[in-house]
Structures are given as C-alpha cells and as structure tokens.
C-alpha cells in the first residue's frame, strides 16, 4: 500500500475515515459493474468498442498509483491531434472507437 | 450557504427550478447560449433564442430574486453550417448591447471538425473586437482532450486574448492540469452520469490549486440537476473543508472571474 499524500487543499483524514463516508458508494457501483457484466454475458451478439474499452479499463483500477481516473479518461480519449474533415455525427459514445 | 450558478440552460427549465435554487441558496444564475437538441434552420431561430436569453429569462429568474445574466454565440453542434454560422455571428453584435450580456459563449468544439475550428476562430475574433470574455464547452467524452487542446491552442494563436479572462468548462481530470496550468480558468460541470460527479469534482478541488476554477450544474434538456452546486458543497462539508473554503469556491471564485465584466454586479454589494 502507497504511502499516502495529502493534497494541499484537503481537510487531513485518515483511510478509515474516507471509508466512513465513500465505502458503501463505492460498493454499490462495485456491485452495478458485476452485474452489467452479468447482463452482457446472458446478451446476444458480440462486443463494441464500447465495451472492449471498459474490459480495457479494469486493469487500471488495480494499480498503486493515484490518478486512476485521469488514466481511464486517457485510455479512452482520441488520441489524434488534428481537426477531422467532418462529422459523421454529433453524439461521443465514452470511448474513442479506434481503441484496440 | 451563498452561491453562484455561473452556467445554467434556464431556458430548459421549470419554475419550480429557480424555486428550489433560490432557496438552496443561489444568489445569482448564468446562461450561456447552447444546442436546443435540434438544429434551427435560419438565423431567425437565434434572435428569438437571444430575446429569450436576454429579455425574457432575466424577468423569470427576478420572480425569485435571482439576477439572470447571459453568454451569447451560436454552439459548436450546430457550427458545421458555415453559412448559418455567419448569419448568427452578425447578430450577436446587437445583442451585446443588452445590460445582463457577460460575454461570447459558450463557444468551442463538439467533433473537433474543420469547419468547428473556423467558426470557433470567428468567435474569438468577435470576443476580441467587442472586449467581451469568452466561456467555452469543450467536446463529450473521447472528443474531451483532443478538443481541449484544440481550443487552448486557438486561444493562443489568437494572439490578443487573455487567459484570466477565459473560462473552459467542463474539464476533468485529465484535461483541469493543462488548462490551469496555460493561465484560464476552469469550470467543473456536475452531471449525475457524464462530466464529472460532484464527489469527483471535490477529488480534483482537493488536487489543484483551486484559485481559479468554479463549479456549475450546466442543468439543461438532458439528465441534469440545478442542485448540482450545492450538493457539492454538502460533500465539501462532509469531508470538512470550512465554510469559508465553500463559500470561496461556490461564491467567491465565480464573482472574481465575472467582475471582469462590468455588467456583473456582486449579490452581496447589492444586498
């Protein structure tokens, strides 16, 4: 386990404390994500971008080092630089299609 | 508790809405111009929007106390109509005029095309002749980093505008470090599902240097809550941040960065 290090802007607490307060939020989104799972295995039909980008993403989780969500958010970013010619819709599906 | 909505789509909701602000505490609401879920086909739709935004609006928010200020432009979704794009940029002009008008916005990038960047140059450049600040939305999702850089880099190309005088909202995690660290400000757009939760939104004020950044509910159409702002003060409370770091990010930070237009006037000068 990483040592751990405050934020200059926040209030000092302990991990027992943050538990007190986020554990059970966590949980049920720990919980929701299983059970989605569950759902595309009883689900006909094969995977999208979408989801392979999810199963992509697990591993993140487990890593030691904080800024997990800026890494997720990363992973499923386009990662092109310049403007594209034209839309072909206005809507983002959460992962950029083109991620392996 | 005292705070602002600096970035709310009134236009969107309910009365009951302004009600249950007003009595959160909200002591003042910001609406910049945005996509109405379908495309308009002529620029007529856009001055009837405008008059929306600035005469009608403002007159609904002032039945609950509330002092109604806007942002004007037309919004990235509909910008790859170059054509339209042009005949709504003429009109802003006049509407400028208007006493609650803060600024160009919210102005940016949806896909990150060709012609959005054009029309997104054409705003900044209308910002710069009127002297106006600029709110910007940056892209959804994937399109978020790409189109973030996009539009900082337009920024700075422009060669004129200052940062301290630009928002980009809804940052997250992974773009909030570049921006502060390129001198704008940043805005925390709080959705129950995309953009960021207000739980999440307290992780990154708890990791940056939150001088310069604010916290909107950008409630609109879509799944959004107007309570977003307070509620993030309620999880600031929890964790035990003090009342004058919540006032200073939820009130503070939004005054200090619309001042700079001499439109916006303090709520609290005027209580």
């Not at chain 1, 989780?61 to 890494?71: F, N, P, Q, S, Y």
């Not at chain 2, 470090?177 to 757009?189: K, N, P, R, S, Y």
């Not at chain 2, 709080?190 to 001088?211: C, F, G, H, N």
């Not at chain 2, 200073?248 to 916006?264: A, C, E, H, I």
Request: hydrophobic share 40%; glycine share 6%; proline share 6%.
């Amino acid at each position: 386990m990483s040592t751990p290090q405050p934020h200059p802007g926040a209030p000092a607490r302990t991990r027992e404390q943050v538990a007190d307060l986020h554990f059970m939020d966590a949980r049920y989104k720990l919980l929701d994500l299983a059970a989605f799972l569950d759902r595309l295995d009883r689900a006909a039909g094969g995977e999208d971008h979408r989801i392979r980008g999810l199963r992509a993403a697990l591993p993140l989780l487990l890593e030691k080092d904080e800024g997990r969500v800026a890494r997720i958010l990363n992973l499923w970013s386009d990662p092109s630089v310049e403007p594209i010619a034209k839309a072909d819709t206005k809507a983002a599906s959460g992962v950029w299609p083109g991620l392996k | 508790m005292r705070y602002i909505e600096p970035h709310g789509h009134m236009v969107s909701r309910t009365t009951d809405d302004y009600q249950a602000m007003a009595l959160a505490g909200c002591a003042a609401i910001c609406e910049p111009a945005f996509w109405a879920g379908f495309d308009r086909k002529s620029a007529d739709g856009f001055y009837d929007y405008f008059c929306q935004l600035t005469q009608i609006e403002p007159k609904r928010a002032a039945k609950y106390g509330l002092p109604h200020y806007s942002w004007l432009c037309i919004n990235p979704k509909e910008s790859e109509d170059m054509a339209l794009a042009a005949d709504v940029l003429a009109l802003i002009p006049e509407f400028l005029k208007a006493p609650t008008v803060l600024g160009i916005g919210e102005i940016g990038l949806n896909k990150n095309t060709r012609n959005e960047m054009k029309v997104l140059e054409q705003h900044i450049a209308l910002a710069v002749r009127h002297d106006q600040m600029i709110l910007v939305h940056t892209p959804h999702l994937e399109d978020k980093r790409k189109g973030t850089r996009l539009i900082m880099d337009c920024l700075k190309a422009n060669g004129v505008v200052k940062p301290e005088r630009v928002i980009i909202d809804h940052v997250e995690e992974h773009t909030i470090h570049e921006v502060l660290d390129q001198g704008f400000w940043a805005g925390i757009t709080l959705y129950p599902e995309s953009k960021s939760t207000p739980v999440r939104a307290v992780d990154m004020i708890e990791s940056v240097s939150a001088q310069r950044v604010w916290l909107n509910s950008a409630c609109d159409w879509g799944h959004s809550d107007p309570l977003s702002v307070p509620k993030a003060a309620q999880e600031m409370r929890r964790r035990g941040h003090s009342a004058a770091a919540i006032d200073r990010l939820v009130y503070g930070n939004p005054v200090k960065f619309l001042s700079q237009s001499p439109r916006f006037q303090d709520p609290a000068a005027q209580a």
